[in-house]
């Protein structure tokens, strides 16, 4: 069997796994919905398409720090649609439930993509892995073999992210600007107990992902963007084997 059509195999077994469910960090304010809009959304589910979002299947949770806030952290959960092999697009949630709150977006393109890319444009795409290789990002529910697969994919990818609802910090409406985040490129720069919240809510370990997914650390190539947060977060920090900035690993210009 072709490593295309194993994939594939794979990820139509993942679509039948069970998965923790996570709720909604607020409530949004308002009244309880009325018997006549009720009727409205049924009608609207039974005569109209929601096409777009039919192929928002695949399910990812990780993390993001604010680019100009880095303190200021969220548990994100993806759901994305893979439109091509070089680009997929998600939507973001509090949760993982019906009631949950949208609170941003995610562009996902591959080194090939992001290399075109004009380099004013650059600085808005995080680095993908060392969300990869640390065992943070994840793809709950499916076959742990189906999931490294997927995070194989994913090697090298950057993302481009806005948030626009912090409801982690209990805002119960979308204030402000769209915010853009980033990706943490270092053990130790996640708050204490972030990580620990979605495992947690979860069932699973990172650090056992950690573990299982040295077998990437290989296909890892240097990124732009690994040292764009360098030292903002305080405390102290650790190197994830694999995950280098490109800047840093360039030649020194010969004389």
């Known amino acids: 069997m072709r490593a295309a059509s194993r994939y594939a195999l794979m990820l139509c077994?993942?679509?039948?796994?069970?998965?923790?469910?996570t709720a909604p960090q607020v409530r949004p304010p308002g009244a309880d919905t009325t018997a006549r809009t009720d009727v409205l959304?049924?009608?609207?589910?039974?005569?109209?398409?929601?096409?777009?979002?039919?192929?928002?299947?695949?399910?990812?949770?990780?993390?993001?720090p604010i680019k100009s806030d880095p303190h200021h952290q969220m548990i994100a959960h993806h759901f994305c649609a893979q439109v091509n092999e070089d680009f997929a697009q998600c939507t973001l949630f509090d949760g993982s439930t019906r009631k949950s709150n949208l609170t941003g977006v995610e562009f996902i393109i591959s080194e090939r993509l992001f290399l075109a890319l004009p380099q004013a444009e650059q600085q808005y795409w995080h680095p993908h892995n060392g969300e990869i290789l640390s065992g943070q990002l994840v793809a709950p529910g499916i076959p742990e073999t189906a999931e490294k697969e997927l995070m194989r994919s994913k090697m090298n990818s950057y993302g481009k992210t806005w948030h626009v609802w912090a409801t982690?910090?209990?805002?119960?409406?979308?204030?402000?600007?769209?915010?853009l985040a980033w990706s943490f490129n270092?053990?130790?720069?996640?708050?204490?107990?972030?990580?620990?919240?979605?495992?947690?809510?979860?069932?699973?370990?990172?650090?056992?992902?950690?573990?299982?997914?040295?077998?990437?650390?290989?296909?890892?190539?240097?990124?732009?963007g690994v040292d764009?947060?360098?030292?903002?977060?305080?405390?102290?920090?650790?190197?994830?084997?694999?995950?280098?900035?490109?800047?840093?690993?360039?030649?020194?210009?010969s004389r």
């Open 13 to 21: 077994m993942a679509l039948f796994g069970c998965t923790q469910t």
């Open 228 to 253: 764009a947060l360098h030292g903002a977060f305080g405390g102290p920090t650790r190197d994830i084997p694999g995950v280098k900035d490109r800047d840093a690993t360039a030649a020194p210009p």
């Open 41 to 64: 959304k049924a009608g609207a589910k039974a005569l109209q398409s929601d096409s777009p979002l039919d192929p928002m299947d695949v399910y990812l949770v990780g993390f993001h």
């Open 168 to 179: 982690e910090q209990r805002h119960r409406l979308p204030f402000g600007p769209a915010m």
């Open 186 to 224: 270092r053990t130790g720069e996640a708050r204490p107990g972030l990580i620990e919240e979605r495992d947690l809510s979860l069932r699973i370990d990172t650090e056992a992902k950690r573990k299982a997914r040295q077998g990437l650390v290989p296909l890892a190539r240097p990124q732009t």
